[in-house]
């Protein structure tokens, strides 16, 4: 039987039977078990302990009430501003009351204002009549025609100084046009006797070289005269030193070979220790590009733990040092108005993971993007680059991606790549404003990007056959990228920015760390050894060099003695008759060569002096010329000036002459105008004689008088028509009289009851914190009885200022090593801390159900009898309510 199917009846049953759907610890689902008992996060547990005693709800539902205390208040606030309104309304009808005596009184003072007006519009006549007259007279003051005559004086007088200096240069200009003939006529003669003079210097320096040839030829023919004699002389004594010198000779050429030898063997042994010395080198610099290689991997990875560990107490630590700083600087950038929306990013720390498998897969995706900044227009855009500009580098700066913000997500339903087993990387991703997310599908298209964990599926789905509907590309769970005509293979194994798991990142890098710095010593150590065995090969090398220099020395000296010993055997032959002949031609010739010197010497002084004549006159001429165009310059200048000077006159005559004319019509105007003003004057005297014979002394405005006229005009308008109905108006004075008391009395009581219930809520705060206390001291006697059952002691932290639960246990057999954390123990032990700290929620809460999914999947069978027992036992003692254990093992 169908008794009601409303919602509301629904939510009623519930409350009243004190049934918590939504409360964890009255039902734990199997996927919120899993997350409860890896949950390492102290604030998690806060909220869980929160949620399970309910205090979570009651500090939403204070939330609520003060929130709704705050709109009530406004609401009074604007109240009282509509009653201000009603206190006019209400004083403007006191006002009609009481001025109903003063009906005549006004329309007597409205036919003085009349006749007060009448000569006031007659006084502001006079004025402005005597104002024209001023103007009239400043403007005939106006000295228009002295200033036309003194600009035509101007103008004359520079006409005439313009004339005499076009005169002056004209004139020097035709000389300066004659003396550029025998400008050119001097040039041509001096070019052709430089030309001559250079010729006969040449003839005479050939004569003169040609003569010094032949007394050097006749000095080394006298020389070997006289060594022939000398040599014939000792022609006796020579065979004996003949056959001493052929002796020496046969033992220096021996010499030689030995030497030569010697030396060939030298530049073998050279060249072998060169080989050697340039394959050492090579391995030392191979040994240093391994070496930076490495110490720059390890100074990456360095930086990366510095950021994982500076990321445990800030998330934003992980994309990049300067981040929080930069977020901060936005935030007071927004605070002090700089931005029209605010900048939203880093991407990667707005988006959180459905699955945490996928980590590495969604990074290799989305790559500089998870760094990059999202701004609503382009002014923001140059705020955010000025900002960034404190913190990076120029042409370093995380990337900026201006797009509109909005609120709706895009509907990308005709877009999407469709799979039936795989989903898109827009649906293993949320965001925490739809902003990021329709980001990502502008820029890098996540909509079209499938995830396809496993490597084989991932190439038979996109390359062996035709890719899914609207696919262009898709990422394995190792973050490898497959299109449907290649492969590529990811760089990177393990997540930076949507990890979740920092700890057991930083053991990783920790112990990679090691491993590069023993690396690193390995490829250092052996550099220094290939140095020093380089250094030795040097110093062999460069001792076997010198070696080689000294032996070929020596062959250069063996050399030149056999040389010499050879040659002087060889002029001993000369003939001595011949030489002597040679020589008497050789004085002949010289003879003739010294006339034909002194002749080509007289030619070459003749042509200099011609030379220098012609020289002398080109100068004089080019010096004339130079002296004109000095003059002609300034005259340049000069007449230059005198044009501008003149145009300028002339500009300056034509303007002042449109100023006197313009002048002269303005007289005539203004005289025409002031005698309509004095016409309209005469008229309006005998307008106000008629209002008012007697002139009246008026102090005030005519504007003034107007609107008091106006004013008084409307209330004998109402006067009149309410003339009569005075009872009506002392009824609608009464009847506002109460209706503004009645608002006031309201607005009183309303803002009385808001400061009542502004106390009930502080004590009511007050109270929730006691219980709070309570609840919590409560929870930590229960958890601490259970683990006593297990031979065990622990203690719970609760930091309700930071939000915060921590849970330490020390199992039995570790009363050494003090109090741990969950993190040092077993997979079991967790478990089992666990379920008692269920347990003692248990205890504090009142639902009348406690339903447990697959609580004890993760404990080994001591622990889970403990446990199934303690469940029991509970069970038992809480016959009332009712518990449900669901468990995939055995439980005989």
């Given at each position: 039987q169908l008794v009601s199917n409303k919602k509301e009846e629904l939510i009623s049953v519930l409350d009243h039977f004190n049934i918590q759907l939504d409360n964890p610890v009255s039902i734990l689902s199997q996927e919120m078990s899993k997350q409860f008992l890896h949950s390492k996060n102290e604030t998690d547990k806060y909220k869980f302990f929160m949620k399970a005693t309910l205090l979570e709800q009651m500090k939403r539902d204070y939330i609520h009430i003060k929130h709704t205390e705050t709109i009530t208040r406004q609401q009074v606030e604007r109240q009282e501003e509509c009653l201000k309104d009603l206190k006019q309304e209400f004083l403007q009808k006191k006002e009609r009351y009481e001025s109903l005596s003063s009906f005549s009184d006004l329309k007597e003072t409205l036919e003085n204002l009349k006749k007060k007006m009448a000569w006031c519009l007659v006084r502001d006549k006079e004025q402005s009549i005597q104002q024209l007259k001023e103007e009239i007279r400043k403007e005939e003051k106006n000295k228009h025609e002295d200033n036309l005559k003194l600009c035509q004086s101007k103008l004359v007088q520079t006409e005439k100084r313009l004339q005499i200096i076009k005169k002056r240069t004209d004139s020097l200009r035709e000389e300066q046009k004659s003396l550029r003939e025998d400008h050119l006529n001097f040039k041509q003669q001096a070019k052709i006797t430089n030309k001559a003079h250079k010729e006969q210097e040449l003839v005479y320096f050939r004569a003169l070289n040609k003569l010094k040839q032949t007394e050097r030829e006749q000095s080394l023919l006298q020389e070997k005269i006289n060594k022939a004699k000398a040599s014939e002389r000792l022609n006796n004594s020579g065979e004996t030193k003949r056959s001493k010198q052929q002796a020496t000779l046969g033992d220096l050429k021996e010499q030689l070979a030995e030497l030569q030898r010697k030396c060939l063997q030298l530049n073998e042994d050279i060249k072998k220790k060169h080989q050697a010395l340039l394959k050492g080198k090579e391995e030392r610099d191979k040994l240093r590009i391994e070496a930076k290689s490495v110490q720059f991997a390890y100074e990456s990875k360095l930086k990366r733990k510095n950021q994982l560990l500076a990321s445990r107490s800030n998330k934003l630590k992980r994309f990049g040092d300067h981040v929080p700083d930069l977020v901060a600087a936005i935030n007071d950038a927004c605070a002090a108005g700089h931005f029209i929306k605010k900048p939203i990013g880093p991407i990667g720390a707005c988006i959180s993971l459905k699955d945490p498998t996928l980590a590495v897969s969604v990074e290799c995706c989305l790559r500089s993007f998870m760094k990059a900044f999202c701004c609503d227009n382009y002014k923001d855009e140059s705020v955010l680059q000025g900002l960034m500009s404190r913190f990076y580098p120029k042409g370093n700066r995380p990337q900026i991606i201006v797009s509109p913000f909005s609120d709706k997500l895009y509907n990308v339903h005709g877009r999407k790549a469709c799979h039936p087993d795989y989903l898109t990387v827009l649906d293993t991703i949320t965001a925490t404003t739809p902003v990021i997310?329709?980001?990502?599908?502008?820029?890098?298209?996540?909509?079209?990007?499938?995830?396809?964990?496993?490597?084989?599926?991932?190439?038979?789905?996109?390359?062996?056959?035709?890719?899914?509907?609207?696919?262009?590309?898709?990422?394995?769970?190792?973050?490898?990228?497959?299109?449907?005509?290649?492969?590529?293979?990811?760089?990177?194994?393990?997540?930076?920015?949507?990890?979740?798991?920092?700890?057991?990142?930083?053991?990783?890098?920790?112990?990679?760390?090691?491993?590069?710095?023993?690396?690193?010593?390995?490829?250092?150590?052996?550099?220094?050894?290939?140095?020093?065995?380089?250094?030795?090969?040097?110093?062999?090398?460069?001792?076997?060099?010198?070696?080689?220099?000294?032996?070929?020395?020596?062959?250069?000296?063996?050399?030149?003695?056999?040389?010499?010993?050879?040659?002087a055997s060889e002029e001993q032959s000369d003939d001595f008759t011949s030489l002597e002949e040679v020589a008497q031609e050789n004085q002949q010739k010289i003879e003739v060569e010294k006339q034909a010197v002194q002749e080509a010497k007289a030619e070459l002084d003749k042509q200099q002096n011609t030379s220098e004549e012609a020289d002398s006159n080109y100068s004089s001429v080019r010096d004339k010329i130079d002296q004109l165009l000095e003059e002609i310059e300034p005259l340049k200048d000069e007449q230059l000036k005198l044009e501008t000077e003149c145009v300028k006159h002339e500009r300056n005559l034509k303007l002042l002459e449109k100023k006197l004319k313009t002048h002269e019509d303005n007289v005539q105007a203004m005289n025409s105008a002031l005698s309509e003003k004095e016409q309209e004057l005469q008229e309006n005297v005998e307008k106000a004689k008629q209002i008012s014979p007697e002139r009246q002394h008026v102090t005030c405005s005519t504007k003034s008088i107007d609107t008091e006229i106006t004013r008084l005009k409307k209330k004998l308008k109402v006067y009149e028509s309410n003339h009569g109905e005075q009872e009506q108006v002392i009824r609608e004075y009464a009847e506002a009289l109460s209706l503004y008391k009645e608002k006031t009395n309201q607005v009183r009581d309303l803002r009385r009851f808001i400061d009542r219930l502004n106390n009930i809520m502080s004590d009511r705060q007050n109270r929730y914190k006691i219980m709070r206390r309570s609840l919590s001291v409560r929870c930590k006697l229960y958890f601490n009885n259970f683990l006593i059952k297990m031979n065990c002691c622990g203690s719970m932290i609760f930091d309700h200022n930071n939000e915060t639960l921590s849970i330490s246990v020390k199992p039995p057999g570790r009363d050494k090593d003090g109090a741990s954390d969950m993190r040092s123990l077993s997979g079991g032990e967790r478990s089992f801390s666990t379920v008692c700290f269920m347990l003692s929620l248990w205890e504090i809460t009142e639902s009348p159900f406690r339903c447990l999914d697959e609580f004890d999947v993760y404990m080994d069978m001591h622990n889970r009898r403990i446990c199934l027992d303690l469940l029991l036992e509970l069970s038992e003692r809480q016959h009332l309510r009712q518990f449900i254990f669901i468990t995939p093992l055995n439980t005989r």
């Amino acid at each position: 039987q169908l008794v009601s199917n409303k919602k509301e009846e629904l939510i009623s049953v519930l409350d009243h039977f004190n049934i918590q759907l939504d409360n964890p610890v009255s039902i734990l689902s199997q996927e919120m078990s899993k997350q409860f008992l890896h949950s390492k996060n102290e604030t998690d547990k806060y909220k869980f302990f929160m949620k399970a005693t309910l205090l979570e709800q009651m500090k939403r539902d204070y939330i609520h009430i003060k929130h709704t205390e705050t709109i009530t208040r406004q609401q009074v606030e604007r109240q009282e501003e509509c009653l201000k309104d009603l206190k006019q309304e209400f004083l403007q009808k006191k006002e009609r009351y009481e001025s109903l005596s003063s009906f005549s009184d006004l329309k007597e003072t409205l036919e003085n204002l009349k006749k007060k007006m009448a000569w006031c519009l007659v006084r502001d006549k006079e004025q402005s009549i005597q104002q024209l007259k001023e103007e009239i007279r400043k403007e005939e003051k106006n000295k228009h025609e002295d200033n036309l005559k003194l600009c035509q004086s101007k103008l004359v007088q520079t006409e005439k100084r313009l004339q005499i200096i076009k005169k002056r240069t004209d004139s020097l200009r035709e000389e300066q046009k004659s003396l550029r003939e025998d400008h050119l006529n001097f040039k041509q003669q001096a070019k052709i006797t430089n030309k001559a003079h250079k010729e006969q210097e040449l003839v005479y320096f050939r004569a003169l070289n040609k003569l010094k040839q032949t007394e050097r030829e006749q000095s080394l023919l006298q020389e070997k005269i006289n060594k022939a004699k000398a040599s014939e002389r000792l022609n006796n004594s020579g065979e004996t030193k003949r056959s001493k010198q052929q002796a020496t000779l046969g033992d220096l050429k021996e010499q030689l070979a030995e030497l030569q030898r010697k030396c060939l063997q030298l530049n073998e042994d050279i060249k072998k220790k060169h080989q050697a010395l340039l394959k050492g080198k090579e391995e030392r610099d191979k040994l240093r590009i391994e070496a930076k290689s490495v110490q720059f991997a390890y100074e990456s990875k360095l930086k990366r733990k510095n950021q994982l560990l500076a990321s445990r107490s800030n998330k934003l630590k992980r994309f990049g040092d300067h981040v929080p700083d930069l977020v901060a600087a936005i935030n007071d950038a927004c605070a002090a108005g700089h931005f029209i929306k605010k900048p939203i990013g880093p991407i990667g720390a707005c988006i959180s993971l459905k699955d945490p498998t996928l980590a590495v897969s969604v990074e290799c995706c989305l790559r500089s993007f998870m760094k990059a900044f999202c701004c609503d227009n382009y002014k923001d855009e140059s705020v955010l680059q000025g900002l960034m500009s404190r913190f990076y580098p120029k042409g370093n700066r995380p990337q900026i991606i201006v797009s509109p913000f909005s609120d709706k997500l895009y509907n990308v339903h005709g877009r999407k790549a469709c799979h039936p087993d795989y989903l898109t990387v827009l649906d293993t991703i949320t965001a925490t404003t739809p902003v990021i997310i329709n980001c990502l599908v502008d820029m890098r298209g996540i909509e079209t990007i499938l995830v396809i964990k496993e490597k084989d599926k991932a190439r038979r789905i996109m390359q062996k056959g035709r890719p899914p509907k609207n696919c262009r590309e898709a990422f394995t769970a190792e973050g490898d990228q497959v299109f449907p005509n290649r492969y590529y293979t990811s760089e990177f194994s393990m997540a930076k920015y949507l990890s979740g798991d920092i700890e057991t990142e930083i053991n990783l890098l920790e112990s990679e760390l090691e491993n590069l710095k023993a690396q690193l010593s390995r490829f250092q150590l052996q550099a220094n050894f290939v140095t020093e065995d380089i250094l030795s090969m040097e110093n062999i090398l460069n001792s076997t060099i010198k070696t080689l220099k000294k032996t070929q020395a020596s062959e250069n000296q063996v050399k030149a003695v056999i040389s010499e010993l050879e040659t002087a055997s060889e002029e001993q032959s000369d003939d001595f008759t011949s030489l002597e002949e040679v020589a008497q031609e050789n004085q002949q010739k010289i003879e003739v060569e010294k006339q034909a010197v002194q002749e080509a010497k007289a030619e070459l002084d003749k042509q200099q002096n011609t030379s220098e004549e012609a020289d002398s006159n080109y100068s004089s001429v080019r010096d004339k010329i130079d002296q004109l165009l000095e003059e002609i310059e300034p005259l340049k200048d000069e007449q230059l000036k005198l044009e501008t000077e003149c145009v300028k006159h002339e500009r300056n005559l034509k303007l002042l002459e449109k100023k006197l004319k313009t002048h002269e019509d303005n007289v005539q105007a203004m005289n025409s105008a002031l005698s309509e003003k004095e016409q309209e004057l005469q008229e309006n005297v005998e307008k106000a004689k008629q209002i008012s014979p007697e002139r009246q002394h008026v102090t005030c405005s005519t504007k003034s008088i107007d609107t008091e006229i106006t004013r008084l005009k409307k209330k004998l308008k109402v006067y009149e028509s309410n003339h009569g109905e005075q009872e009506q108006v002392i009824r609608e004075y009464a009847e506002a009289l109460s209706l503004y008391k009645e608002k006031t009395n309201q607005v009183r009581d309303l803002r009385r009851f808001i400061d009542r219930l502004n106390n009930i809520m502080s004590d009511r705060q007050n109270r929730y914190k006691i219980m709070r206390r309570s609840l919590s001291v409560r929870c930590k006697l229960y958890f601490n009885n259970f683990l006593i059952k297990m031979n065990c002691c622990g203690s719970m932290i609760f930091d309700h200022n930071n939000e915060t639960l921590s849970i330490s246990v020390k199992p039995p057999g570790r009363d050494k090593d003090g109090a741990s954390d969950m993190r040092s123990l077993s997979g079991g032990e967790r478990s089992f801390s666990t379920v008692c700290f269920m347990l003692s929620l248990w205890e504090i809460t009142e639902s009348p159900f406690r339903c447990l999914d697959e609580f004890d999947v993760y404990m080994d069978m001591h622990n889970r009898r403990i446990c199934l027992d303690l469940l029991l036992e509970l069970s038992e003692r809480q016959h009332l309510r009712q518990f449900i254990f669901i468990t995939p093992l055995n439980t005989r």
